[in-house]
């Protein structure tokens, strides 16, 4: 699955221009530009690989090695990314650290523009980590359940899909997470729990409308359940 990148500035897709053997340069066509440190596929990297000798490999857009078999496709990168999230949720970071990873890791692997994760305070779903919002909401962007289309899910107990939130009167604009700069389209919300008790919340928006597949919907899952058990181990 290609991974995009938009313009922070006007939401656009930016275009990625190789620099140098271990930097990527990000542009938009409204003139806003970024840098990225991704280690180039080139024998400046390795002045001994062989083909022969090693392991097929493919670099993505992220500069993030994969091994390929035959033709490396999107499930079995979902299948490295939630070993990666994995790892992450076992680790020794800071679970503010960890979320915000996460959020990042699930976004560049399902192509979505934004992937927040809300987690249950015991009245309030409070946005714990984020890709794509300003980090200046994390910790201060707070629902009720029932309210906004995240806290409808977590209320319903089941995942809600949104495919124009434009028009949707159960959507709630946030100011601090500074997202008009997307001009959001499709939102799913995907509610977890604990047991009977609510828990939590992984969302995923993209400022173009899209549908998700079957097994996309599952990779959410799967992610919810490794962040639940990421906030377990660090409270016992």
């Known amino acids: ?95 503010e650290e960890v979320l915000k990873k996460v959020a990042e890791k699930t976004a560049q692997r399902l192509g979505v523009d934004i992937c927040s994760i809300y987690l249950w305070d015991g009245s309030h779903l409070v946005l714990r980590g984020t890709y794509g919002l300003s980090q200046q909401a994390v910790g201060v962007a707070a629902l009720e359940p029932g309210e906004g289309v995240t806290g409808t899910a977590l209320k319903e107990r089941k995942p809600v899909l949104v495919h124009d939130v434009s028009g949707d009167e159960r959507y709630k604009f946030f100011p601090e997470t500074k997202e008009e700069q997307y001009r959001i389209k499709t939102m799913y919300s995907y509610p977890f729990f604990s047991g009977d008790a609510p828990f939590g919340a992984v969302n995923a928006q993209t400022v173009v409308t899209r549908d998700f597949t079957e097994d996309e919907l599952g990779f959410v899952a799967v992610v919810a359940n490794l962040i639940l058990g990421a906030v377990k181990m660090r409270k016992t």
């Open 1 to 95: 699955m290609e991974s995009i990148t938009r313009c922070r500035k006007c939401g656009k897709k930016m275009v990625n221009h190789r620099v140098d053997d271990h930097k990527i340069k990000i542009s938009c066509s409204c003139g806003y530009i970024e840098y990225k440190d991704a280690a180039a596929a080139s024998k400046s990297i390795n002045p001994h690989y062989s083909v022969d000798s090693m392991m097929p490999l493919v670099l993505d857009d992220d500069g993030k090695f994969f091994f390929q078999a035959e033709a490396l496709n999107r499930e079995s990168k979902e299948i490295i990314t939630l070993e990666e999230i994995s790892m992450l949720a076992s680790s020794d970071y800071d679970l």
